[in-house]
């Protein structure tokens, strides 16, 4: 379950325009740091992706039973998160710690952890360390989970179908592959949809990536896309949601922001989902039917598309140290081990990385993602810790529906989207 060297070695020089990046961030380098507050009391501003929560919650009585401290976890929905942390450090409300998914609209109000140092230095893979890291070395965030797009399907209605479910030895060697499974499935079973994909510029990432383009280099500093690979997949992606392969409603309700489209898998109205390792603890409980993670299909490239959450302090509360004691001990290696197990996350920990995770549930599973951890291209990496990562991904939502909605060609859509990664990477840096 080891990452391999050529994966820790895309990882080493991810994001290194993320450094000393000011512009979009609500603060300013004038702040004074808030005076420390003796008492021991944390807010965590925290979104849940489902399980998690108590897994989470169980960490968090551990650190309260150690430390004598008090934890609020104030729960926000993951669509909402960067708004609500805006408002509250624009309005002098900061809490102590956050969960986040994107760090840049951040950078310059993070709390250095350095005082962890001993505890947080050189224990993360090095990509994802080097993106929360300030111009002087600064640890400004902790990476708290590794995540990994792929398909997931339902078995139930794949043996209904008497469709072949890929497997390790015999996955799915292009796209076309996937489709034609998928539509067989959804022929014979009458589900709405063959394949359903989360509104989300991460997910349709896998897809870019899977036809051999990502929107930045393994650096995460120079734009990469290449406009013919990237229309011959938004040909795919448009056919499909046309002929009705893909829930074609999905994408152009949601607009720009992300949706998820695990309702609709979970109703059993889709074959195949494709979504992330997040997904199986929580399918684990809710879903009523035989299901199971398949290898990403192949098609110029293999494997998925990575990404990953952070852990992070902010300089105007009033207990950083205590916040900084805070998220060493909840990445610390038992935590993120307990986490991971209980929670169906993957480490961010070299030393976990190298090791292994045992699972308490779903163990198949969760190995079929870090497979394909291994096969994931470096740019992948490279893109999807990029500071202009977030800004393009909601670019290539809005140019997608307008897409499907018949506004734009996939050749003006393709277009589009290089020109928004050159613009995203041009405001960053």
């Known amino acids: 379950m080891a990452l391999s060297t050529r994966v820790r070695a895309a990882a080493l020089a991810l994001t290194a325009g993320l ?8 603060g300013t380098s004038t702040e004074e740091p808030a005076q420390q507050s003796e008492e021991k009391k944390l807010t965590y501003v925290y979104f849940t992706d489902g399980p998690d929560e108590k897994a989470t919650r169980d960490l968090v009585a551990q650190f309260e ?9 104030e729960i926000v929905p993951f669509a909402q998160i960067e708004q609500t942390l ?7 409300n900061a809490p102590d710690v956050a969960r986040l998914a994107n760090l840049q609209p951040f950078k310059q109000d993070l709390l250095d952890l350095s005082s962890q140092k001993a505890a947080l230095d050189g224990q993360f893979l090095d990509g994802a360390a080097k993106a929360a890291a300030g111009p002087n070395g600064e640890i400004l965030a902790v990476p708290s989970d590794l995540t990994m797009n792929g398909p997931i399907v339902n078995k139930a209605l794949f043996e209904k179908a008497g469709v072949e479910v890929p497997t390790a030895d015999k996955p799915w060697k292009s796209w076309q592959e996937m489709v034609d499974a998928a539509k067989k499935v959804q022929a014979a079973t009458k589900t709405e949809s063959a ?7 991460h997910r349709l990432s896998t897809m870019f990536s899977q036809y051999g383009t990502t929107f930045f280099d393994a650096d995460g500093t120079g734009v990469a896309y290449d406009e013919a690979k990237g ?3 938004l040909k795919m992606f448009a ?4 002929s009705g392969a893909m829930p074609k409603d999905l994408w152009l309700q949601a607009g720009s922001k992300y949706k998820a489209a695990n309702e609709v898998f979970l109703a059993q109205q889709v074959p195949v989902y494709i979504s992330g390792n997040w997904q199986v603890a929580a399918f684990e409980s809710s879903a009523e039917f035989d299901w199971g993670v398949v290898p990403n299909p192949c098609e ?8 990953g959450k952070f852990m992070a302090g902010f300089k105007t509360s009033a207990h950083q140290d205590l916040a900084a004691e805070f998220i060493a001990f909840m990445n610390s290696a038992e935590s993120q081990k307990a986490m991971a197990k209980n929670a169906n996350f993957m480490p961010t920990r070299k030393d976990l990385t190298e090791s292994g995770v045992e699972y308490a549930s779903r163990q198949e599973d969760m190995d079929v993602f870090a497979a394909d951890v291994e096969k994931t291209p470096e740019a992948a990496f490279g893109t999807a810790y990029s500071p202009a990562f977030s800004a393009t991904g909601t670019a290539v939502v809005k140019e997608t529906a307008s897409m499907i909605s018949g506004q734009a060609t996939p050749e003006e859509t393709s277009a589009k989207i290089k020109a928004a990664a050159e613009k995203a990477l041009q405001d960053v840096g």
Do not use: H
Not at 19 to 26: D, E
Not at 239 to 242: A, K, P
């Open 19 to 26: 450094m000393g990046l000011t512009a979009c961030a609500p």
């Open 239 to 242: 056919e499909l949601n046309e």
């Open 86 to 92: 805006q408002a509250r450090l624009s309005g002098g």
């Open 231 to 233: 229309t011959e997949a």
């Open 195 to 201: 394949i359903a994909m989360d509104v989300s510029g």
């Open 300 to 307: 110029v490239e293999c494997g998925g598309f990575p990404g």
């Open 65 to 73: 039973q150690q430390t004598g401290a008090t934890v609020t976890i």
